[in-house]
T-cell receptor, first 115, second 110 residues
């Protein structure tokens, strides 16, 4: 079956512009995660959605970052007024349930470059 | 919160030798420990995981060991091959989500 997909695969933008990154989780997966991976670094948790519960936004680095998940499926991560330090690969993952022991399946990521 | 430490950050091994990566965690209630492999430019993929009710798990050339008393777990790769070259991440639960280690870049020299 289809895995987690993300679009676009690459995004180049100018400093100060807004960007939207999209994630399509595996069908039926109730949990969805966004991570940020800077060059040569580990996975930095950003936000977590589980079913209809309020999202855990504790990892968002600033109020320029926001995310939503419509209909419990597709998610969009929005970065407003982008800065050069926002340049990174943004990874989305989904899992069947929100339990921590449930395997997370990652998407291919969106490579964001802010000039 | 959970703090997962991973060592070493880089590891170079001769093809055919073994590679060992170690991780420690802080939350004694943690009960699930996955390992992900990320090849250059690719997405992280789960290669093996272990639950807290077992001390060791093997899958062909890969094994993971868990010491709950010491709160550390390790990934062992035997008979390394060039395709094992990648970044490896360990993780441990932080409430309902995973906290990842900083990653180990493994290079297998031919």
């Amino acid at each position: 079956g289809a895995g987690v997909s993300q679009s676009p695969s690459n995004k180049v933008t100018e400093k100060g512009k807004d960007v939207e990154l999209r994630c399509d989780p595996i069908s039926g997966h109730t949990a969805l995660y966004w991570y940020r991976q800077s060059l040569g670094q580990g996975l930095e948790f950003l936000i977590y959605f589980q079913g209809n519960s309020a999202p855990d936004k504790s990892g968002l680095p600033s109020d320029r970052f926001s995310a939503e998940r419509t209909g419990g499926s597709v998610s969009t991560l929005t970065i407003q007024r982008t800065q050069q330090e926002d340049s990174a690969v943004y990874l989305c993952a989904s899992s069947l349930t929100g339990a921590s022991y449930t395997q997370q399946f990652f998407g291919p990521g969106t490579r964001l470059t802010v000039l | 919160g959970e703090n997962v430490e991973q060592h070493p950050s880089t590891l170079s091994v001769q093809e055919g030798d073994s590679a060992v990566i170690k991780c420690t965690y802080s939350d004694s209630a943690s009960n699930y420990f996955p390992w992900y492999k990320q090849e250059l430019g690719k997405r992280p993929q789960l290669i093996i995981d272990i639950r807290s009710n077992v001390g060791e798990k093997k899958d062909q050339r890969i094994a993971v060991t868990l010491n709950k008393t010491a709160k550390h777990f390790s990934l062992h790769i035997t008979e390394t091959q060039p395709e094992d070259s990648a970044v490896y991440f360990c993780a441990a639960p932080l409430n309902y989500k995973l906290s990842f280690g900083a990653g180990t870049t493994v290079t297998v020299r031919a």
